[in-house]
C-alpha cells in the first residue's frame, strides 16, 4: 500500500488516512487508519488543512498473479456465481474476488 | 399462514426481551438532554458488555486505537447511537451464543457474514454521504436474523433445509420456501416486531433479497442488498450457502459507488473484517 498527498477536495469518503491530522496546537483531529467522511472536508477547512496523506493500493496489484492463476481463480468463482459483470461496478468486485482467491491459493501453498 | 410461522410466532413471543443495559440505553437516547455519565455507569454495570464496547472501539474499524479507556469516552467519541447498536450486537450475539449448529452451517459461520455485510453497508451509507451511518451497520449486521431463530426454534425442519442447499445447490431463502414454506426474512421481520426495532431495520431484514420496497428504492435496504452480495462474492463469513446472486439493477441505479472504490479500499476492508470478527466473536 503507498501512500501520497491529496487535496481534501480530493480525497474520495471511505479512503484510509495514512497518517494523523492535526491543527496547529499539535492536537489530532483526525486519527492515522480512520476512514475520510464527508463530515472531515468541513472540520479540516475549518482549521485551514488543504492536504492530508492518504493510503492508496497499488492498481496493478492483479499483475503479481499470472494470467493462467487469474483464469483458475475465476473459473472457480463462476462455480459459485452464475451471471457476467453488467457494469464497471461489478467488473471491478469481481476482479477483487479473484485476486483475493489467488492470494488464499498462494497462502495455503 | 404456514403452522411452522404460526408456530415460530408463539415461540418468538418467549424469546427472551433484550437485557437491561440494552433499554437503559433506549431510554437515554430518548431524553431530551443527554447525560452521558449516567448512560456510562449503566454500561458499565455489565462489566462484559462494557470491556467489550472498548475492545470494539479501539479497534482500527474506528481508528481510535487504544485511545478510548473508558466507556464516557466511547459515548463522547463514537455517539450513544453507535454504542447503542454495539450494545445491541453483542446482545444478540450473546443471546444465540448457545444455539445449536446445524450440519454444514454455525452460527460462528452466520455471525462472520452478518458482521461483514454491517461493516459493508456502513461503507456504502458513507460513499452516499449519509450523516448517521450508525443504523446501517446495524441494518446490515441484523438482516438474516431469521436464520438464527429457525436454527433455534425450528431445528430439525431446519436441518432439512440445509441438506437440500447441498443436494441442489441451490440459496438458503430458495430451500427455506420449498422445505418450510416460508424464509428467513418473514421470519426476522417476527423478530424485529417482538423488539419493536425501527421500521427501517424490519425494511431492511424483510427486502435485502431484493433490495427494493415494493419495487420502489431505498437507499438503507439498497445499501444492505449490495452489502450481501459482495460478502458473498469475496467469501466474508458463511450465509449457508456459497453462491452470488446478481444484485438487482434498480438497486446499482439509486446507488453510486465512485469507480475504483473498492479496488483501493479493500485491503482496509479486509482487515476491519478480520478485526471486528476477533473482537466481536473470539475476544
Sequence with gaps: MNEKELPVDKVEVGTELASNVVNKYNQVLISAGSRFEEKHRFLLKTWGIKQVKVKIESENKNFSFSEEQKLEALNELKERMFWSPRNDIETELVQIAVERICKSKAAIK | ?283
Excluded at chain 2, 431492511?204 to 452480495?229: C, E, M, R, W
Design chain 2, 1 to 283: 399462514m404456514s403452522s411452522l410461522l404460526h408456530r415460530i410466532m408463539n415461540d418468538v413471543q418467549e424469546l427472551p426481551t433484550l437485557p437491561t443495559v440494552y433499554h437503559a440505553l433506549t431510554e437515554a437516547v430518548e431524553q431530551p438532554i443527554i447525560l452521558i455519565d449516567k448512560v456510562a455507569e449503566v454500561i458499565s454495570k455489565d462489566q462484559a458488555t462494557a470491556f467489550k464496547i472498548l475492545k470494539v472501539t479501539n479497534s482500527p474499524f474506528y481508528g481510535f486505537r487504544g485511545k478510548i479507556d473508558t466507556i464516557s469516552k466511547a459515548i463522547m467519541f463514537l455517539g450513544i447511537n453507535e454504542v447503542k447498536n454495539i450494545v445491541f450486537s453483542l446482545s444478540v450475539a450473546r443471546m444465540f451464543s448457545k444455539v445449536n449448529k446445524i450440519k454444514g452451517f454455525t452460527q460462528q459461520d452466520l455471525w462472520g457474514h452478518s458482521i461483514a455485510v454491517g461493516i459493508l453497508t456502513r461503507v456504502i451509507g458513507q460513499i452516499q454521504g449519509i450523516k448517521n451511518v450508525e443504523n446501517y451497520f446495524l441494518a446490515g449486521i441484523i438482516h438474516d436474523i431469521g436464520k438464527l431463530v429457525l436454527m433455534e426454534y425450528a431445528h430439525d425442519e431446519y436441518a432439512r433445509v440445509f441438506e437440500m442447499v447441498n443436494q441442489k445447490k441451490c440459496f438458503v431463502h430458495e430451500a427455506e420456501k420449498e422445505v418450510l414454506g416460508i424464509d428467513h426474512s418473514e421470519v426476522g421481520l417476527l423478530l424485529a416486531q417482538k423488539w419493536k426495532m425501527p421500521e427501517s431495520i424490519a425494511s431492511s431484514i424483510s427486502y435485502h433479497q431484493t433490495g427494493v420496497i415494493d419495487g420502489k428504492p431505498d437507499q438503507l435496504v439498497g445499501s444492505v442488498h449490495l452489502a450481501n452480495f459482495i460478502s458473498r462474492l469475496f467469501n466474508l463469513g458463511f450465509p449457508g450457502d456459497n453462491f452470488v446472486p446478481q444484485p438487482n439493477m434498480a438497486v446499482w441505479n439509486s446507488i453510486t459507488i465512485p469507480n475504483k472504490f473498492f479496488l483501493s479500499t479493500s485491503n482496509k476492508l479486509f482487515e476491519d473484517f478480520d478485526h471486528t470478527i476477533s473482537v466481536m466473536l473470539y475476544s
